[in-house]
């Protein structure tokens, strides 16, 4: 409770996550699958979910973000940063600029 999580696949065919469910006239029936693969915007969702995980095809590389509400990320406001803001890095590519990076984050709705 009180952690939001970033999730993102870097390598691999990828993974489904299954949340428990919350609630409903049945656990099954509110549970919701997401299937991240590394061409996947990175899933953003709460951590005191701890979803259920489930290899699409084999192992995976992948990155786990998970920040305490009101821990701060460096930003100055001690608020956690969206998801939006989170990119990934390509080996032999150049790091955008931030107004760059954040334009590119946003059209490719991450």
């Known amino acids: 409770p009180g952690v939001t999580r ?4 870097l390598s691999g065919e990828g993974v489904v996550l299954t949340s428990r469910g919350s609630g409903g006239d049945s656990e099954a029936a509110a549970a919701a699958e997401v299937t991240v693969t590394a061409s996947s915007a990175v899933h953003c969702f709460d951590g005191g979910d701890g ?5 699409i095809g084999g192992a995976v590389v992948d990155l786990n973000l998970m920040l305490r509400a009101g821990g701060g990320d460096g930003d100055g ?19 955008p600029s931030a107004p760059a990076a954040a334009a590119s984050a946003s059209a490719a709705g991450r």
Request: proline share 7%; with cysteine.
């Open 6 to 9: 970033w999730f993102a696949i």
């Open 51 to 55: 979803p259920d995980c489930r290899l």
């Open 77 to 95: 406001e001690g608020g956690a940063r969206p998801a939006a803001t989170m990119l990934r890095a390509t080996a032999g590519e150049a790091w």
